[in-house]
């Protein structure tokens, strides 16, 4: 997938997550069933061991990238101060195929399956060129804070 200026989206609108847990950096395409991110692996990630972005890493930005989908709902209205909390409740099935390397973009691919309510069911694969690393099937739970 081509990466063009035009059309990332500010990740930091969809997750409440900040350095050095942020494990995506753009939003490439986003609907309410699905998500594009990328995430380039850098040597000083806290998920990078001899030189590679361990299964942990990959795990991370497939939950950051699925719960976008969600997330959206709650940061619609940007700089409102929305906090949010969100789990992984269960992963059905996770299959990590290859690693990627410190220098890599990594292109993370979800799908919603089902939600009801706050939970969801959604199904992921990430990608370095086209070589797939992770596929996966994540239940997550997200929910505003109360003030």
Do not use: W
Not at 44 to 67: R, W, Y
Not at 87 to 93: D, G, L, N, W
Not at 112 to 138: K, M, P, W, Y
Request: proline share 2%; hydrophobic share 40%; with cysteine.
């Amino acid at each position: 997938m081509e990466i063009r200026e035009e059309n990332i989206i500010n990740i930091h609108h969809y997750l409440p997550h900040r350095e050095p847990m942020l494990m995506a950096d753009y939003i490439l395409e986003l609907t309410k069933e699905k998500v594009v991110t990328s995430f380039e692996i850098l040597k000083d990630n806290i998920f990078v061991h001899n030189n590679h972005f361990i299964e942990a890493g990959l795990i991370e930005n497939a939950a950051q990238t699925c719960s976008s989908i969600m997330g959206q709902s709650f940061f619609e209205q940007t700089g409102t101060g929305t906090k949010v909390i969100g789990f992984i409740t269960s992963m059905k099935k996770i299959e990590v195929f290859t690693l990627p390397k410190v220098g890599d973009t990594i292109i993370s691919k979800a799908s919603l399956i089902s939600q009801f309510e706050n939970i969801c069911h959604i199904f992921c694969e990430t990608f370095v060129g086209d070589e797939l690393l992770l596929r996966a099937e994540i239940n997550l739970f997200i929910q505003q804070i109360q003030h």
